[in-house]
Structures are given as C-alpha cells and as structure tokens.
C-alpha cells in the first residue's frame, strides 16, 4: 500500500519556526496521483484536529493557525510541507498527514504514524 512518512518535527521554543514534511511512496510515482492532501495534529488527551486540507481548489487552514502555517507541495517528489511560523505552546502535539488518491489501478486513503512538535514557553 501507499506509505506516508512525516518528518522535521522537534522542540522549539515559542516564536520559533518548524518545518514538517511528509513524502508518499510503495508505488511508482507515475502511477500515483494524489488529489487530497490533509495535515492535522493531536495533543496528548485532546481530539485530533484538522490543520490544513489541500486540493486542487486550494488551501483552507484552521483558525487557530491561520496566517502562520503554510502549505506547500512538491508534486514531483510526491511530498508536502507544513512551515510553521510563530509557534506557540498549544501547538505542542504529534502532528499527521493524510493523502486521498489513486494508484492507476485503485483509489486510497492513507495516513502517516505523525512526527512529534514540541513548543516550549
């Protein structure tokens, strides 16, 4: 199946900045096609939450975190990025991204298993 693989998490302080990064593969890039990319994240005792959802229509962002996260993606490499700007303490989770696509011979949906952010005060 489809594999995702988040990294770029870490500990930061607030105000501080974070990258994430998430790369698909287990097919060949030719015959993957993803329509729907997905970035959420869950703090330890809370409710997993949407951050960023991405189609071909665009980008639509949490309020929480609008206007410092950016979503990006490199079609090419089959990835997608979160910059993450002005972190602050209640950003602090394990933070996932999901894809929605085809294969050339089967639609999927899948998740990665996430990549810990850590701001401190």
């Known amino acids: 199946q489809v594999q995702l693989v988040e990294s770029g998490g870490g500990l930061v302080q607030a105000g501080g900045s974070l990258r994430l990064s998430c790369a698909a593969s287990?097919?060949?890039?030719?015959?993957?096609?993803?329509?729907?990319w997905r970035w959420s994240r869950q703090a330890p005792g809370k409710q997993r939450e949407l951050v960023a959802a991405s189609t071909s229509g665009g980008t639509r962002y949490a309020d929480s975190v609008k206007g410092r996260f950016t979503f990006s993606r490199d079609n090419a490499k089959n990835a997608v990025f979160l910059q993450m700007n002005s972190l602050k303490p209640e950003d602090t989770a394990v933070y996932y991204c999901?894809?929605?696509?085809?294969?050339?011979?089967?639609?999927?949906?899948?998740w990665g298993q996430g990549t810990q952010v850590t701001v401190s005060s």
């Open positions: 999901a894809a929605e696509g085809s294969t050339g011979t089967a639609d999927f949906g899948t």
């Open positions: 287990g097919n060949d890039p030719k015959d993957l096609t993803i329509t729907h």
